[in-house]
């Protein structure tokens, strides 16, 4: 099956499947990354000017999730039950992008859980991207196109955790930087780092929210969130007392630290100390978490 048609193949299937009222056309997908790691070698966001296109995990091999882009691995399967078998055949490169529906227009993008940054899309895509919820690692039985779905009131309906209350997007047909892109929106701590630096490079303007931050008391006030071992991680790299995304990104680059620890400490950064403005998924956190959240992510 050609790329076209394997991407309509899944678009019709998933479509079969949904019902409900259209997606407001000024709703925009958000990918959402960590712009300070490598990809080959290279610092992310040179490698994504060198390439011009934004790639599946599928072709990078590289995710801010579970690694299982590959035959008959998870993310395989997940595909394969989503989207009728549209994808069982395809090469890497004519698989999906993933990203998130961002519905509440948080000024961090849609899914922060996967990091700090995001590309924003073309209200285009729209038409070419499929979408489930809860996350498609969770067998969600509920999908939908942006003609019509259900799944932004189901969303709203569910009490998740913040980090993974998101309508997962699936965009069909490839993400080209330079046709498929408004906007890179950088955290406030790459201000003045080779990472605005890279970012001046690539084929989209660059925006900016206010950036994480979390202070060390803050972060051991919510140890519990991911465990004890990950505050006393964050606190052993924060400098003058606290935490951001730059900060984790420099630590991860060191070599010195488990990644996947680096990342116990982001999702409590993400959760507890995101700036106002990233939307009304962090409005129910408990008093105390809502106190540390305006002190700390203040810029």
């Known amino acids: 099956m050609s790329p076209a048609r394997s991407a309509r193949a899944a678009l019709n299937h998933v479509a079969a499947l949904s019902q409900g009222p259209a997606v407001a056309p000024d709703v925009r997908i958000t990918l959402n990354f960590h712009p300070d790691r490598l990809a080959r070698g290279l610092p992310l966001l040179e490698a994504l000017a060198q390439d011009g296109v934004y790639h599946s995990q599928f072709v990078t091999g590289t995710s801010n999730g579970g690694l299982t882009a590959h035959p008959g691995g998870d993310r395989w399967r997940w595909e394969s039950r989503i989207f009728g078998g549209a994808y069982d055949d395809a090469a890497a490169h004519e698989r999906p992008v993933y990203?998130?529906?961002?519905?509440?227009?948080q000024v961090v993008g849609a899914a922060p859980?996967?990091?700090?940054?995001?590309?924003?899309?073309?209200?285009e895509t729209l038409a070419r991207a499929t979408f489930c919820y809860p996350d498609s690692a969770a067998e969600p039985v509920h999908f939908g196109v942006a003609a019509g779905m259900s799944l932004i009131a189901l969303a709203q309906a569910d009490e998740q955790d913040p980090l993974n209350d998101y309508i997962e997007a699936q965009v069909h047909g490839g993400v080209d930087l330079a046709r498929h892109v408004e906007a890179l929106v950088l955290d406030a701590s790459y201000r003045g780092t080779p990472v605005e630096d890279a970012a001046r490079l690539?084929?989209?303007?660059v925006e900016w929210?206010?950036?994480y931050r979390l202070t060390v008391a803050a972060l051991h006030d919510h140890a519990d969130y991911r465990?004890?071992?990950?505050a006393d991680l964050g606190a052993s790299i924060a400098e003058d007392?606290?935490?951001d995304s730059r900060i984790?990104?420099?630590?991860?680059?060191t070599g010195r630290h488990e990644l996947q620890h680096l990342k116990m400490v982001w999702h409590t950064l993400a959760r507890f100390g995101a700036p106002e403005g990233a939307g009304t998924a962090f409005s129910g956190v408990a008093a105390g978490a809502a106190r540390s959240t305006q002190v700390a992510g203040t810029p």
Do not use: K
């Open 209 to 211: 929210h206010p950036g």
């Open 248 to 253: 984790i990104g420099d630590a991860a680059r």
């Open 113 to 123: 859980r996967f990091g700090s940054s995001h590309f924003r899309l073309t209200g």
């Open 241 to 243: 007392g606290l935490v």
């Open 227 to 230: 465990g004890q071992e990950y």
């Open 202 to 205: 690539l084929p989209v303007p």
């Open 99 to 105: 990203g998130a529906l961002n519905f509440r227009r």
